[in-house]
């Protein structure tokens, strides 16, 4: 069956950093757009980046460019999240998600917490 199980949160100081990860199985991972969301207390759930099938193509929302960085290895069907200078307003759960619109296929992690407190 499809599962997506994300890793690697945690808590982190104000200006750490931490790599998600987030490993599939069950489905054909490299013809699939890989996306990272995350979803704060009482917030709705917001994209954080993408990433194309062959990994060729990147984009970020605005409040993480140039901090977070988007990454896949086909070879070993994982997608990762490398967040770096991380802010208190990065807390979140962040959830991996796989898209193949031909077949409207969406599938979703179960969510890894990131804290970031001093």
């Known amino acids: 069956q499809v599962q997506l199980v994300e890793s690697g949160g945690g808590l982190v100081q104000p200006g750490g950093s931490l790599r998600l990860s987030c490993a599939a199985s069950?489905?054909?991972?490299?013809?699939?757009?890989m996306y990272w969301y995350r979803q704060a207390p009482g917030k709705e759930r917001e994209l954080v980046a993408s990433?194309?099938?062959?990994?060729?193509?990147?984009n970020y929302a605005d409040s993480v460019k140039g901090r977070f960085a988007i990454s896949r290895d086909n070879a070993k069907n994982t997608v990762y999240l490398q967040m770096n200078s991380l802010k208190p307003e990065d807390t979140a759960v962040y959830y991996c998600?796989?898209?193949?619109?031909?077949?409207?296929?969406?599938?979703w992690g179960q969510g890894t917490q990131v804290t970031v407190s001093s």
């Open positions: 998600n796989a898209r193949l619109y031909l077949i409207n296929a969406n599938y």
């Open positions: 069950g489905f054909t991972f490299n013809n699939y757009v």
């Open positions: 990433i194309s099938s062959a990994g060729s193509s990147t």
